[in-house]
């Protein structure tokens, strides 16, 4: 097992899905941002702010354990699974191996008993020469196809480096099934890989950030006013925007007022009913049990258990 290997400074195997927008972990904006930052500090890598989530401390520990246990399902040779120099695609890509194994020409079929899912049509597949195995663990449920960002993407990546014609994600799942998915060299993804990293690396040298994707992204992207005081005009297409924008919220609060009286107006129509039937729907009026508290302190008196009405009516279809 060997620390991170592969630079900051240009795009991952591992961060492919991230640029690609397939991750819910992290967003191109990030990656781009940490991509820039460490160019200019003219370092390997950032710190850890962090400690890792406990699934990647299990995920090292057992990675080895994954690899020779998925080297022998599918019957593959010579596996290697100490990798400490990193591999290149060209200046814009590069990645880490967990493990690498020979194909010996074996031919694989789909054998779901054996945990065996080969992801081609024809459901089988020739591992001719040598082949990528990356190791996995999830606490989420088996999977008959694993989620892009979980390992595909990663190991096209790493076939794009490497010239691997075959590999295969090896998936523990809740620590107790093991999942062996292989895959073919995917030419029109690898297509995909190598243009989006192009992007991604002249980003990093005109420091042209992605586009951010939250309100929460742009305060990140944008940090800091400029000063003193800027100020510009809004051209035609972003003047529409904001008078569209103004409309909107404009209409949320008629509608949030509009809202709250009718509700007012339910709530007193139905007095002690707790619940009301209205042709489709269903109106319930929930009650809170709120647990007795003891005396806190002088300025704070003890509460007694009760229940409290709530505050929002609960509406469903029937």
Known sequence: MVGKVTSSQKPSASVLPAIMGYSPYQTPLVVLDRAIKCVEQGVHSLPDTEPPPEPATWGNLLEDTILEMAADRLGVGNLIMDHPEPHHYQDILSCSLDGTAEGGGLVVSNDPSRGIYVMSDDDEIELVGMGILEAKLTRVAAQETPDPYRGPIQLQGQMLCTGATWG?????????????????????????????????????????????????????????????????????????KVQRLAHIRSELKAYEALADDLQLEIMEAMRDASELRANSYKVIWPVRNIKAKPEQTKIIPAVEAHQQRGKTLKIEEK
């Not at 073919?184 to 990093?204: A, G, L, P, T, Y």
């Not at 000063?227 to 529409?240: F, N, Q, R, T, W």
């Open 168 to 240: 295969a994600v090896c998936t523990l799942y809740q620590g107790v099934e093991l999942r062996i998915f292989v895959y073919r060299q995917n030419i029109q993804m690898q297509q995909e890989i190598i243009k989006v990293c192009s992007d991604f690396m002249r980003r990093v040298r005109d420091r042209d950030l992605y586009p951010a994707l939250s309100a929460s992204e742009a305060a990140q992207k944008y940090p800091e006013p400029e000063y003193p005081k800027k100020i510009i005009d809004a051209d035609e297409v972003l003047a529409k």
